[in-house]
């Protein structure tokens, strides 16, 4: 069990460009979330899979976001046309349906700067 | 909806000194209560839980009990050490494998303990 990691750990773009994070969850968790963290507040749902079905979107994640996980084991976050507030650390964790505790494993986040 | 209450920081104390940081929900359901620990740099640890009622999560030294008749989930050591500054973060979620299992989260508290 290696913990869930995060890649890249840092981005810097410019506004208007696409960028993509990958998750790479505990292996064999079945669930999946994405979360957004912006200074000084406490992370916000953002979505969230079961196996490689995305069951729920928050209103958060508005058109230029898309979320896939495609074979129920990584997951990607594309952002389009970032914008200025789209900077925030974006955190993946994962989950086991078999632990009875539903207890969530977060990864060390991806911090987004949009200049 | 289902919301996070949790004092506003920062929380300045001495080391030795008894920490209380309150934390109220409210939830339409039954949801099991977190503490979230995020040390300068590093990703969100999970500090401590408590899935029902009464229950009592400790770890650390930390403890918090579920009271559902005030809908809180306090935080509290006895004695804090310089190591414990960090932002601690209060959370809830649905608890049973047919929810979402997604995390709500309070705004963070941020302690700082002095030597």
């Known amino acids: 069990d290696t913990g869930v990691s995060q890649d890249p750990r840092h981005k810097i773009t410019k506004r208007g460009q696409n960028v993509t994070f990958r998750c790479d969850p505990i292996s064999e968790h079945n669930r999946l979330y994405w979360y957004r963290q912006t200074l000084g507040q406490g992370p916000e749902f953002l979505t969230y899979?079961?196996?490689?079905?995305?069951?729920?979107k928050s209103r958060l994640l508005s058109d230029r976001f898309s979320a896939e996980r495609p074979k129920g084991s990584f997951s990607t976050l594309e952002i389009q046309r970032t914008e200025q507030g789209d900077s925030a650390m974006y955190l993946c964790?994962?989950?086991?349906?078999?632990?009875?505790?539903?207890?969530?494993?977060f990864g060390p986040g991806t911090r987004l700067t949009v200049t | 909806g289902d919301s996070v209450t949790q004092m506003e920081g920062p929380v300045t104390l001495s080391e030795e000194a008894f920490l209380t940081i309150n934390c109220t929900y409210t939830a339409t359901g039954y949801p099991s209560l977190f503490w979230y620990v995020q040390y300068p740099g590093e990703g969100l640890q999970l500090l401590l839980k408590a899935t029902k009622a009464d229950d009592k999560g400790s770890n650390k030294g930390f403890e918090a009990t579920y009271r559902k008749e005030t809908t809180s989930f306090h935080l509290e050591k006895g004695s804090v050490q310089v190591s414990d500054s960090a932002v601690y973060f209060c959370?809830?979620?649905?608890?049973?494998?047919?929810?979402?299992?997604?995390?709500?989260f309070g705004t963070g508290t941020l302690l700082a303990v002095q030597p």
């Open positions: 964790a994962s989950l086991s349906l078999a632990q009875a505790s539903y207890e969530q494993y």
């Open positions: 959370a809830l979620s649905e608890g049973y494998g047919g929810a979402t299992n997604k995390l709500i």
């Open positions: 899979f079961q196996n490689e079905a995305q069951l729920e």
